[in-house]
């Protein structure tokens, strides 16, 4: 359990200041574009080609903010395998935290009362839950299932490509919940790959889970970097936590049969409820304040 629990925080850390180096990455490039009388290539819609998108992934800041995301998925999986799923990705939900404090001193991001009220609502309910959680359940999915959790990433991404199309400058938010979703479904992946313990490797390579892992984790990636491009990184990782934490968290209770505390689980409901609301107040309010407060060289550049 405490294992599980330390993957967890180390994932946490990493993916959140990882938010803030790709943010930084991003913004740089598309500033560089202006700087050299350029501007960021977007569709039709207003939104970042994927000629815009590769070129802010290149950038320093961006890249080594990939290696941290590496290392906080290594923690995610042990993390995932080894203590319940709403625990686990909750605990990593914790990012925004850690995205918002290292984004005042990075970014120059600005923080209200509101905010702050918002995110410790986030650390509060997350709290809650460390103390109300159970036991990892030990239900496995049929392998039928396994081709579901296949096809279920891949209709999601092809879906969040295309409404992205459709929304353009003004799929931040949208970009980021998909990330979330896609990321949240290969935690599940992770959760009941096969061939793992003991390590098979052809067992692990045949088993659909480990491309839904591949699939969902490289999706989710694209689209949350469009999602850095369009919004503010406070919004980006909110909307990615709601997605990232409420897909795996009731698969684990509803399909594998991760429990709370006996007679806590009504406090473990209300716990999540608030760390998604928390996350969710933090997006709306990042959002706003984006609009509001935007560089006009960034705006020229990213809309």
């Known amino acids: 359990m405490l294992i599980g629990v330390a993957a967890a925080v180390l994932a946490c850390v990493g993916y959140g200041a990882a938010s803030v180096l790709q943010a930084y990455g991003t913004r740089s490039s598309a500033t560089g574009a202006s700087g050299r009388g350029k501007s960021v290539a977007v569709t039709a819609t207003g939104g970042p080609t994927l000629g ?12 080594a903010g990939t290696v941290l995301d590496v290392v906080a ?4 999986v042990v993390s995932a395998r080894l203590i ?3 625990l686990s990705q909750t605990i990593i939900s914790a990012d925004l935290v850690v995205t918002a ?3 005042v001193a990075v970014l120059g991001v600005r923080l209200y009362t509101r905010d702050w009220v918002a995110i410790v609502t986030v650390v509060v309910s997350l709290c809650v839950l460390g103390v109300a959680a159970g036991h990892r359940g030990e239900a496995t999915l049929e392998p039928a299932a396994h081709w579901g959790l296949l096809s279920a990433p891949v209709l999601i991404l092809l879906g969040g490509v295309g409404l992205i199309r459709l929304l353009g400058a003004r799929a931040a938010v949208a970009a980021g919940l998909i990330a979330g979703v896609l990321w949240g479904a290969m935690a599940v992946a992770v959760r ?39 919004g503010s990184v406070n919004g980006a990782a909110a909307t990615l936590v709601v997605g990232d934490t409420v897909v795996p968290g009731i698969t684990g209770v509803v399909l594998l049969g991760d429990t ?6 009504w406090l ?16 709306v309010f990042g959002a706003a304040t984006t609009r509001v407060q935007r560089n006009p060289a960034w705006v020229s550049a990213t809309v």
């Open 52 to 63: 815009a998108t590769i070129g802010a992934a290149l950038t320093p800041a961006f890249i």
């Open 84 to 86: 319940p799923l709403f």
């Open 192 to 230: 009941v790959l096969d061939g793992v313990d003991p390590l098979r490797l052809g067992i692990l390579l045949a088993d659909p889970a480990f491309w839904t892992i591949v699939i969902a984790g490289l999706g989710g990636f694209y689209l949350f970097t469009v999602a850095l491009q369009l």
């Open 268 to 283: 473990v409901a209300v716990a999540f409820v608030s760390a998604v609301v928390g996350a969710v107040a933090v997006a």
């Open 73 to 76: 998925l290594a923690g995610s």
């Open 101 to 103: 404090v290292l984004g």
């Open 260 to 265: 709370a505390e006996r007679g806590l689980g």
